[in-house]
């Protein structure tokens, strides 16, 4: 149990395009899903969390019209990287957690380069 | 801002057991010690977490110290596949998971 799936896995866009990605749990209801990036080397970076039905809080430093974010169902939460740059490329990890909001469990991550 | 230190890295003999230490001396009363691990450009990886008591999964032991200011993850018999970077996390009151660097922990055959 406890399965959180992410679509897709890696993209490559163009610079100046949206690139939406998916984060579903899978086997549970979802009611806080995370967002995080990780660049090369480095460690995850929250970058924001996103409580179904309700506006995403951003971490300081994360531009919120630039990463939208929508959890409208309790399975369901998307990032929407919005006028990509190649300093956008980065792999794109959701988390999920459910009722009692004590584990997160982690999507397989989205590698997105922007070119 | 993460609120653990680890070491930077580690080796562990393949079979062995492997200890891997978290310092987590601002913890309070009610907030748990979580573990993940992370193999190469994956998500990471729930492996077990604590509040007080000791804990044993079929994946690690997790042992804390009475004054809770300190934790190791024990992985009893190490094998190639446990080589990942593992993170010790205590959230905040949101529940948010702010990561720190992690112990690389490399199983050597």
């Known amino acids: 149990g406890a399965v959180v799936s992410q679509h897709p896995s890696r993209v490559i866009c163009k610079s100046g395009t949206s690139v939406k990605i998916e984060c579903r749990s899978l086997?549970?209801?979802?009611?806080?899903m995370f967002w995080y990036r990780q660049f090369p080397k480095k460690s995850l970076m929250l970058m924001a969390t996103s409580n179904e039905g309700s506006k995403a809080t951003y971490e300081q430093g994360v531009e919120k019209d630039k990463f939208l974010i929508n959890h409208a169902s309790l399975t369901l939460s998307t990032l929407t990287v919005t006028s990509a740059h190649p300093e956008d490329s980065s792999f794109y990890i959701c988390?999920?957690?459910?009722?009692?909001?004590?584990?997160?469990?982690f999507g397989p991550g989205t590698r997105l380069l922007v070119l | 801002d993460a609120k653990t230190t680890q070491p930077t890295s580690m080796d562990c003999a393949e079979g062995r057991a492997a200890n891997l230490p978290c310092n987590h001396s601002t913890i309070s009363g009610n907030e748990y010690v979580y573990w993940y691990r992370q193999i190469h450009s994956q998500g990471p990886q729930y492996i077990i977490h604590?509040?007080?008591n000791n804990e044993t999964n079929e994946m690690a032991s997790l042992i804390i110290t009475e004054d809770r200011k300190s934790s190791t993850l024990i992985l009893p018999h190490a094998t190639l596949r446990d080589t990942a970077v593992y993170y010790c996390i205590v959230p905040n009151t949101g529940n948010q998971f702010y990561f720190g660097t992690g112990t690389s922990l490399t199983v050597i055959p």
């Open positions: 988390s999920a957690a459910g009722w009692t909001q004590e584990t997160q469990y």
């Open positions: 604590g509040l007080k």
């Open positions: 086997d549970f209801q979802a009611t806080t």
